[in-house]
């Protein structure tokens, strides 16, 4: 099975700033990366795909990098409603894994 | 647009069966692979089964081969869930989604807790 790691487990920042999140893979899932935010109570929502490609209404702040094993989400400038978790989940090799997550939340 | 909406969820005895149930509609339901995915409470994310556009393939977790049937009906619009033999650690939110790989849309979830 393929283990996806987040760092960091929290990442506390304050409105407007820059943020990345970091998804490392065990072994080279290509480019079949997908990352989520999950608010309290709803259900995860898909922000990127493929690794680099927004999803439909995904702003333009939020953008992915990376290939192989090393991944990273990169918010350009933190909105109050960003504050949540984030997922990022490997589809290349079944079962399709998901990271713990990264927390972030109001400095 | 695309909604997807499950059905089924509730208390169950560990080592008891229940059945979910997920109605898709605002797409052609036959053209996409459909999974489920499931949350324990407060924990993170994980990719239970999922079933091949035509029903032909099907796909599972080793936590769940042999305990559960992932099914669909086109005819319907329905993709489906048999649980069997449930255990305490199945308890989760379970999520419907379209696609076989990353969630692309997916319903609000339906709990499923196992318990005595």
């Known amino acids: 099975e393929t283990v996806m790691t987040q760092s960091p487990a929290t990442l506390s920042v304050s409105p407007g700033e820059r943020d990345t999140l970091s998804c490392r893979a065990s072994?080279?899932?290509?480019?079949?990366l997908a990352w989520y935010q999950q608010k309290p109570g709803q259900a995860p929502r898909l922000l990127i795909y493929?690794?680099?490609a927004r999803a439909t209404g995904i702003p333009a702040r939020f953008s992915g990098s990376g290939s192989g094993t090393e991944f990273t989400l990169t918010i350009s400038s933190l909105q109050s409603e960003d504050f949540a978790v984030y997922y990022c989940?490997?589809?290349?090799?079944?079962?399709?894994?998901f990271g713990q997550g990264t927390k972030v939340e109001i400095k | 647009e695309v909604q997807l909406l499950e059905s089924g969820g509730g208390l169950v005895q560990p080592g008891g069966s229940l059945r979910l149930s997920c109605a898709g509609s605002?797409?052609?339901?036959?053209?996409?692979?459909m999974s489920w995915v499931r949350q324990p409470p407060g924990k993170g994310l994980e990719w239970v089964s999922f079933?091949?556009?035509?029903?032909?393939?099907?796909y599972y977790v080793d936590s769940v081969k042999g305990r559960f049937t992932i099914s669909r009906d086109n005819s319907k619009n329905m993709l489906y869930v048999q649980m069997n033999s449930l255990r305490v650690e199945d308890t989760a939110v379970y999520y419907c989604?379209?696609?076989?790989?990353?969630?692309?849309?997916r319903g609000q979830g339906t709990l499923v807790t196992v318990s005595s």
């Open positions: 989940q490997q589809y290349n090799n079944w079962p399709w894994t």
């Open positions: 072994q080279s899932v290509s480019s079949n």
């Open positions: 493929g690794a680099s």
């Open positions: 605002g797409f052609t339901f036959s053209n996409y692979a």
């Open positions: 079933i091949s556009g035509s029903g032909d393939k099907t």
């Open positions: 989604a379209r696609r076989g790989d990353y969630l692309e849309s």
